[in-house]
């Protein structure tokens, strides 16, 4: 995990600003969770919080740490990818 990330664009910034994935951020800090756990900790939908995982994911804000086949289904556990995110100061 990156100290900083720089959010080099208007969407960046927006895609991080949502108050659900600015929660799912800082919820999950430094150890690493699935979506159940997210959605335990923050009284939200599994499936709201699979949707705003993608989202951070795509672009970049989140990643992967590891996996696990629980049943058949492959559960993944997300870090962010810096411990901060600062907008570039040229936006």
């Known amino acids: 995990m990156k ?3 720089i959010l080099n664009s208007l969407e960046e ?3 991080v600003s949502d108050p659900l994935r600015l929660k ?3 919820t ?3 150890s690493p969770k699935n979506a159940q756990d997210l ?3 923050l009284g939200v939908s599994r499936s709201k ?5 993608k989202i951070l ?3 970049k804000i989140i990643e992967v740490v590891d996996t696990e086949l629980i049943n058949g289904i492959t559960q993944k556990y ?5 411990k901060a995110f600062i907008p570039n100061s040229e936006i």
């Open 24 to 26: 799912i951020i800082m």
């Open 78 to 82: 997300f870090l962010p990818v810096a």
């Open 3 to 5: 100290e900083v990330h």
């Open 57 to 59: 994911e795509q672009n």
């Open 39 to 41: 959605s335990d900790a």
């Open 13 to 15: 910034i927006n895609i």
């Open 49 to 53: 919080i699979h949707y705003h995982l």
């Open 28 to 30: 999950l800090g430094t």
